[in-house]
T-cell receptor, first 112, second 114 residues
Framework: GEDVEQSLFLSVREGDSSVINCTYT??????LYWYKQEPGAGLQLLTY?????DMKQDQRLTVLLNKKDKHLSLRIADTQTGDSAIYFC????????????FGKGTTLSVSS | GAVVSQHPSRVICKSGTSVKIECRSL??????MFWYRQFPKQSLMLMAT?????????EQGVEKDKFLINHASLTLSTLTVTSAHPEDSSFYIC??????????FGDGTRLSIL
């Protein structure tokens, strides 16, 4: 199948770390992405990881990839109220493939 | 860099009207553009893939005569919803990509058909 699964909701307090998890089914995926969507807006590319990497860090964002378990996570350190949004995990099947397959999105709610 | 502009951001019109949505890559030439549809609290559903100068490839279940896609240049793709009906009301989002680079998304168009 081509399902990308994510938990639907996550609630954290400001200053805490947030971890959003994602599982995918296609082991041939070459790139895995995290996008952020704020209300009424399009998707903003946050970060992406190539399938031969285990970890990628970019400022407050850390992506971990467990290819054996087909598990991807996004950790946001020192979560801020401005991080409240929907976060989509997406996979791209191969270099010649064109479309992304998205999960249903995780709504992150950050309380002060 | 990698800015994608989508216009208009919001459209409200009567049933039977045709609506055109534009997607432009502002600072790069996009070899491929994509059109997605998003229902409330749902993920993005790919409607079609568009390569400059060739016919769009539609996903299964998407009516190509209903959703006309034109990709006339490397920086512009348009989606026309023909004879729109209330069930076509949705959030439409485009994205653009150069080669194998990540897709960059527009801000979406909220289409409401009365």
């Amino acid at each position: 199948g081509e399902d990308v699964e994510q938990s639907l909701f996550l609630s954290v307090r400001e200053g805490d770390s947030s971890v959003i998890n994602c599982t995918y089914t296609d082991s041939s995926s070459t790139y895995l992405y995290w996008y952020k969507q704020e209300p009424g807006a399009g998707l903003q590319l946050l970060t992406y990881i190539f399938s031969n990497m285990d970890m990628k860090q970019d400022q407050r964002l850390t992506v971990l990839l467990n290819k054996k378990d087909k598990h991807l996570s996004l950790r946001i350190a020192d979560t801020q109220t401005g991080d409240s949004a929907i976060y989509f995990c997406a996979e791209k099947k191969d270099q010649a493939g064109t479309a992304l397959i998205f999960g249903k999105g995780t709504t992150l709610s950050v309380s002060s | 860099g990698a800015v994608v502009s989508q216009h208009p951001s919001r459209v409200i019109c009567k049933s039977g009207t045709s609506v055109k949505i534009e997607c432009r890559s502002l600072d790069f030439q996009a070899t491929t553009m994509f059109w997605y549809r998003q229902f409330p609290k749902q993920s993005l559903m790919l409607m079609a893939t568009s390569n400059e100068g060739s016919k769009a490839t539609y996903e299964q279940g998407v009516e190509k005569d209903k959703f006309l896609i034109n990709h006339a240049s490397l920086t512009l793709s348009t989606l026309t919803v023909t004879s729109a009906h209330p069930e076509d009301s949705s959030f439409y989002i485009c994205s653009a990509r150069v080669g194998d680079q990540p897709q960059h998304f527009g801000d979406g168009t909220r289409l409401s058909i009365l």
